[in-house]
């Protein structure tokens, strides 16, 4: 089992940044790709980035420009820099993680609890 634990949320005015980080922690697991999503009141959760384990990046298209994601493979961590926030940033980001048990056969994806964004207009 992987677990997956996230930070960095918070109350931002508009305009402003954060940045949040995943942290997986297990025993002899190796991480595939890392993703980041969200999920707004009242609306259905959406993939906001993605980061593969040799780093190619996948972005929600409104987002770019605007959010970077990246990952420290060393610490089995994954970031996410969102800058110029608006107001429907708000919402619970997830971290997800792929991975595979080195002593396990086939993947499995751990998800953390999330942490909450509000950002304010």
């Known amino acids: 089992q992987v677990q997956l634990v996230e930070s960095g949320g918070g109350l931002v005015q508009a305009g402003g940044s954060l940045r949040l980080s995943c942290v997986a922690s297990?025993?002899?697991?190796?991480?595939?790709?890392m993703a980041w999503y969200r999920q707004a009141p009242g609306k259905q959760r959406e993939l906001v980035a993605s980061?593969?384990?040799?780093?190619?990046?996948n972005y929600l298209d409104s987002l770019k420009g605007r959010f970077t994601i990246s990952r420290d493979n060393a610490e089995n961590t994954s970031f996410l820099q969102m800058n110029s926030l608006k107001h429907e940033d708000t919402g619970v980001y997830y971290c997800?993680?792929?991975?595979?048990?080195?002593?396990?056969?086939?993947?499995?994806?751990?998800w953390g609890q999330g942490t909450q964004v509000t950002v304010s207009s």
């Open positions: 980061i593969s384990g040799s780093g190619g990046t």
């Open positions: 297990g025993r002899l697991f190796v991480i595939g790709t």
């Open positions: 997800n993680a792929n991975y595979r048990l080195i002593m396990g056969v086939g993947t499995n994806d751990a």
